[in-house]
């Protein structure tokens, strides 16, 4: 493939991707890829990889899904030992056959986990709602005028009956 330096373009299922689709609120949606196979700057063999998939996460916030943008543009080194690694330029991610193969769908599918974020977080969601106060500071205006309960005052009086009784 590198000396012939092939390309691979297509679209495939996120569905068609189990350990991606784990990760996501649904599995509906395509992953558009490019793949090239090309000499590296020392003459290694790469592989170029470009995605653009829109994922559907669930906000860790407001637990709303919504629609992640993922876009992949990177090189990987095709390495058949790990100790190839330290040849490869700065650029450029080792990427280790196994038995000298490459699976093209098992790159595209790690390669699209790796840019999914830790904690999905809705865009536009990150403005938190009211005001929050530090303990003992002043509560906001409407808050002081407000009839203040408490939920267990009824119980304090049970108990201060009881203890005159003994």
Known sequence: ????????????????????????????????????????????PQLHVRLRAGLTLECQRSLNTFV????????????????????????CEPLLLEGGRLSPRRVIEDELILVLPLVPMKPGSETLQGEWNAPGDEPPEAERDEAVTHPFADLRNLLQAREKQR
């Open 68 to 91: 992640f943008l993922a876009e992949v543009d990177t090189r990987l080194g095709l390495l058949a030992d790990e100790q190839d690694a330290d040849a490869l330029p700065g650029d």
């Open 1 to 44: 493939m590198v000396a012939g330096r092939r390309s691979f373009e297509g679209v495939l299922p996120v569905a068609e991707l189990p350990r991606l689709a784990a990760a996501l609120a649904d599995d509906h949606g395509e992953v558009a890829y490019r793949l090239d196979f090309e000499r590296g700057q020392l003459a290694g």
